[in-house]
């Protein structure tokens, strides 16, 4: 709308004696070019918006010292961020803390919400953990649009756990701050491809220029603030799930890998699904080292089992918690370090990659 309107624009103020018709003469176009600053990254065309991860960092920071006084008194805190209608930031947040339990605008809790949190909370608490933090968003409401704040999560978690529960609002400091290398840098090639997409095409449909599977991508300025509007819309109707769709599949990913880790306990597989035993191997640089000196010798630099003769063919399974008693009733024995040849370096327990003579 600007652009189309700028000659009546240029046209009033040379009436108004503001600007000589003959300066007017050399600004008869309108080149524009969008780049979104906003902590809420809610801007549709774009994977980041300048400045969402800087209060991001900001509210890790502020969870991440929470967390000290919520573990040493066992306290449960209520933290409230922004974000309006995205959940970008309650969402990012409570991955990269830890949270408990997380409210957002995409995603709406049932109307038993609160049930569903006291159960979260409490077999977290049964288990030993010492506290738990809450992130809702400013934007949070249940499934039939009732708004959800910080203070009813409170009141909730104090009647139905009998705890001690606080609220923190974060509110402007997370508009603050130095940004972040992330922000910084993404201002800075975001500015520069504005500036080349002017010089190459000033004549060209206003476009924003944003970042999409980490590449520089251009659309539509116009359709892009038609679908960011869109998306608010969709929101208010109650239309979640187009609207968690619009959001990404990023997005959706990150709700659905919080669900997973919020619960207390693994949960039972289904039947169709093969129970799993899942090992975890860390190896610094130097173990690395002498793991491939190894691979090429009889001997290796890791964990493995061999199998006597009268056992079956598989490998380790069942019931059993421990891999090596599952092992030992399969067959499967593991050497002791004492029997390994000097060439081992390893100083724990060395196993045996080789049958018995």
């Not at 309107?5 to 046209?11: K, N, T, V």
């Not at 890790?60 to 000290?68: C, G, K, P």
């Not at 066992?74 to 309006?84: C, K, Y």
């Not at 199998?307 to 069942?318: E, I, K, Q």
Request: aromatic share 6%.
């Amino acid at each position: 709308m600007l652009r189309s309107e700028w000659p009546e624009l240029l046209a009033e103020l040379v009436v108004e004696g503001v600007v000589d018709a003959t300066r007017i003469a050399e600004h008869r176009g309108l080149s524009l070019v969008g780049l979104v600053g906003s902590i809420d990254n809610d801007m549709f065309g774009t994977d980041m918006t300048i400045g969402a991860d800087t209060a991001l960092h900001r509210i890790t920071e502020a969870v991440d010292a929470l967390q000290s006084t919520a573990s040493s008194h066992q306290r449960t805190f209520v933290i409230e961020v922004m974000g309006r209608n995205c959940g970008y930031l309650a969402l990012m947040g409570s991955l990269a803390t830890g949270a408990n339990f997380v409210m957002i605008p995409e995603r709406p809790s049932a109307r038993d919400w609160e049930d569903r949190m006291y159960r979260v909370l409490r077999a977290g608490r049964e288990i030993g953990r010492r506290a738990n933090i809450v992130v809702v968003a400013e934007g949070a409401r249940d499934d039939g649009g009732v708004p959800v704040t910080a203070h009813h999560v409170k009141a909730v978690l104090e009647e139905r756990l009998g705890e001690d529960t606080r609220v923190t609002i974060l509110g402007h400091v997370q508009r603050g701050g130095s940004p972040s290398a992330f922000d910084r840098y993404l201002g800075t090639v975001l500015g520069y491809a504005a500036v080349r997409q002017l010089l190459d095409s000033p004549d060209a449909e206003p476009q924003l220029i944003g970042l999409r599977g980490h590449r520089l991508t251009t659309s539509p300025l116009i359709e892009c603030v038609a679908a960011t509007r869109s998306l608010a819309a969709l929101i208010a109707d109650g239309k979640y799930d187009e609207a968690i769709a619009m959001r990404g599949g990023s997005f959706t990913d990150s709700f659905q890998l919080l669900q997973t880790i919020v619960q207390a306990d693994p949960q039972p597989p289904q039947p169709a699904q093969r129970a799993l035993r899942l090992a975890v191997l860390h190896a610094s640089e130097p173990e690395r080292r002498r793991a491939r000196r190894g691979a090429r010798r009889p001997w290796i630099a890791a964990t493995s089992y061999w199998r006597s003769p009268a056992a079956s063919t598989d490998a380790p399974t069942g019931p059993s918690r421990s891999w090596s008693g599952a092992a030992s009733a399969a067959g499967w024995r593991a050497q002791e370090p004492s029997s390994a040849p000097a060439s081992s370096s390893l100083d724990r327990t060395t196993w045996d990659a080789s049958p018995p003579n």
